[in-house]
């Protein structure tokens, strides 16, 4: 089955930078939009970035400048650098991914979610 497996999320102090990652695998026909989302203790899901199949990004005002999208269309992989980190960036932070699998099946995807944590 199609899954997306996250990684790289850890307690950093503010002003500094971490980079999470997310590889998807499985029976996998195509993928379209992929992005990151986050959940801050108390707050609803909201988007940080996204990135097309071609490579246009999109970012949230709050993360603008300070964060970048990336994504390996061969490897099936979307990155997600944060630098000048903020106690605010705190959250749990979800990978997702609009994937067409092998029978023709359009659906999103989510990570399992990875604690970033910003604290001195």
């Known amino acids: 089955q199609v899954q997306l497996v996250e990684s790289g999320g850890d307690l950093v102090q503010p002003g500094g930078s971490l980079r999470l990652s997310c590889a998807a695998s499985?029976?996998?026909?195509?993928?379209?939009?992929m992005g990151w989302y986050r959940q801050g203790p108390g707050k609803q899901r909201e988007l940080v970035a996204t990135?097309?199949?071609?490579?246009?990004?999109k970012y949230a005002d709050t993360v603008k400048g300070r964060f970048t999208i990336s994504r390996d269309n061969a490897k099936n992989t979307v990155d997600l650098q944060m630098s000048s980190l903020k106690p605010e960036d705190t959250a749990v932070y979800y990978c997702?991914?609009?994937?067409?699998?092998?029978?023709?099946?359009?659906?999103?995807?989510w990570g399992q979610g990875s604690q970033v944590t910003v604290s001195s």
């Open positions: 997702n991914a609009n994937i067409t699998n092998r029978l023709g099946n359009l659906r999103a995807y």
């Open positions: 499985g029976p996998i026909f195509g993928i379209n939009a």
């Open positions: 990135i097309t199949s071609g490579g246009l990004t």
